[in-house]
């Protein structure tokens, strides 16, 4: 553990010693803050962003436009290549028709496979049987706008749309973990954290 | 630049304060970061000597991303440092700075974006910019983007700009400037006749251009070289077809060792799927498409197409040795996937099911000739070579066939079991020259015992088997979880089949990690064999290294 605290102080201070602009660093210091406020301030967490996605038939649509009747939404981010993002699907899949009859709650997975892979998603997904919706994301376009940094990455929203909560990573269990929350969601409880 | 960045961050700070309140409460702010540190160790065994290290014991790579919205305005920036990068990152990258700056307004029917932009069109066989943070590559374009969607199902896209090289500033006369246009039309969205038809056609076309000024001393240098596509995307009922074809006038590069050869570039694919099956077929052929805006650059970047690989890629620890890298200069292959799930309650599939998919994929060389008498094939500054667009090539660059079952025992224990044969053309990918393909046979279990809702624990085994290269291999792991907080893993890689008793080498590895709602912090210590790390057929190389390696992300 030596070792790796010298590697802390090393970078940091590397990383100290090189910036020279330091005005830009405050400014984006000071962006986050606000960010921070602003968020802090308003009930709502963050909305969807405006970004075209594909259907699995290559139908353009816009994610804004997803809807779930005021019931919470799962969105989670997954690519062929990714095996705990298909662990994961696969354990919503399990579980699919017991959420749905108990909170309404929908899923939708979006693959971010590029066009190496893109044609192929459409026969996977049917060749699981998975049972939720599936849109693609063959740019990142919309990994990028929700600033989704490595998968599997998965969304709360509650009725209004808002991102209630998020998660990155799976390890086995974590489904039941999501329904606690997704429940409470659909009982019109505050789990994002902000008041 | 620097007064760029500022005007921008401090008109993005000032808005919600000008225009009041409210919109203080709609704006929102949210982003990403990752640091990724490597402290090297000496290895003797591995070869590396505190006199090769020579004191460079620290990588590190971190960048920062942060995503301003108020209504229909976003705007961007992405932070990133390579201090110095980790090895088996393109020495470039070393340095920090702002290379990803933007700005967007949406409206119902238009989006404008100014400053850098990834876009794709169609495939990517003509334009695709990405940015795939593990490779250390970045192709964005700076400039501006108009997207236009007169009605449902219409889509016009277009682009102009220069790509990012590392940190070099576009200078006059140095890099090309990228131009592209994209159209794509759904049918069925756009005239109401075929709305509930069960045939399902989408359209699309690109045409794309880059300008550099001839400064070549050898050679008379096209100084516009064009690139056009067609492609459909065609549903009938079960089945689904796609294609894409891909043209480019002559374009001497550094990549195609300056040949006048136009080239081209034909992806074709087939599904048919149902409840519980997929069949997937795949057609590629490539013929000197290499394609980006700096006609001297070898390396990867400034790529302004993406050819996209078809070899499945392999995750697991030994399957991932012989990853195959896309040829641009020529390459031909099919793929064909079956995936299956064998009923709940049937006698194989047991309570869960089964599920079973096998993929074969080959990829070969094109045929060809020579394009005159008196030139050899590829020769500089010729047509360089004719080829037959239907004949494959002789030499195999890679074969790969792998059957992989999955099976729920009961609600506790789960397994994968993984076969797969490769042949692998390692002088034409890694550059072996001389070498034989390596033929290797692979096999995986990997089985999941989930011993409380919260706490499992997960095995592999693995092994390689093949006369060439390195010989054989045998690998173990154990990865213990709990949810959703925590894994430790340990893991060794075995290579006791070399025919160097002294390269008989364990790479072992022991890591844990913390995963709190979207941040993550790991810390791996160990041997990390040379190899290649490749995604979306884009690869560079690792060399082998040994010591800590730290990673930490989240976003917001």
Known sequence: MQLNKKLGCQTVYQIIKRIKMKKVLIFALVILISGYISAQETKQGAKLPSVNVKTLEGQTFNIQNIDNDGKPIIISFWALWCKPCKKELDAYNDNYEDWRDETGVKIIAVSIDDSRSTAKVLPFVNGKDWEFEVLLDPNGDLKRAMSVNMIPHTFILDGEGNIVYQHTSYYEGLEDEIFELVEKVAAGEDISGKK | MKRLITILIFALLITPFVKGQDFLSKSQVHGSFELDGMYYQADDALGITDSLINGNVFGFNGFADIIYSLGN????????????????????????????????????????????????????????????????????????????????????????????????????????????????????????????????????????????????????????????????????????????????????????????????????????????????AMFKRIDNMSYKSDEAVLSNALDINFLPPIVEPHTYMLAAMYPYATQPNGEMGFQLQINYKIPKKSKLGGKYGMGISVNYSQINDIAREKANDTAYIGQSGTMGWTSDFFKFGDQIFNRDLTIEIDKKFNRRFKSIFKYIYQDYNIATILGHTGEPNVKANIAIVDMTWKFTSKKSIRWELQGLWTSEDKGDWAAALVEYTISPHWFFTIADQYNYGNKHSYEQLHYYTGSFGYTLKTTRFALTYGRQREGVVCVGGVCRQVPASSGFYVTISSSF
């Open chain 2, 73 to 280: 305005f976003s705007a961007g920036f992405r932070y990133e440092a390579y201090l110095p990068p980790i090895a088996g990152f393109d020495r470039n990258l070393e340095g920090q700075g702002f290379p990803y700056l933007w700005a967007t307004y949406t409206t119902e029917k238009f989006s404008f974006t100014v400053g850098n932009f990834y876009e794709q069109f169609g495939n990517g066989l003509t334009l695709r910019t990405y940015q795939e943070w593990s490779l250390g590559y970045d192709n964005s374009i700076n400039g501006a983007r108009v997207i236009y969607e007169p009605t449902r199902g219409l889509i016009f896209k277009g682009v102009y700009g220069t790509q990012r090289y590392f940190w070099a500033p576009f200078e006059k006369n140095g890099r090309g400037i990228v131009k592209g246009f994209d159209g794509e039309i759904n049918l069925n969205d756009v005239f109401g006749s075929m709305a509930d038809s069960k045939i399902r056609l989408i359209l699309g076309g690109s045409a794309v251009s880059k300008y550099q000024s001839d400064q070549n001393p050898m050679y008379k240098m096209p100084q516009n070289v064009a690139s056009f596509a067609g492609r459909f995307n065609l549903g009938i009922g079960k089945f689904n077809f796609t294609s894409e074809y891909a043209y480019k006038i002559n374009d001497p590069s550094a990549v195609n060792s300056y040949i006048y050869k136009p080239g081209d570039a034909l992806v074709f694919t087939g599904s048919y799927s149902t409840k519980g099956l997929g069949i997937f």
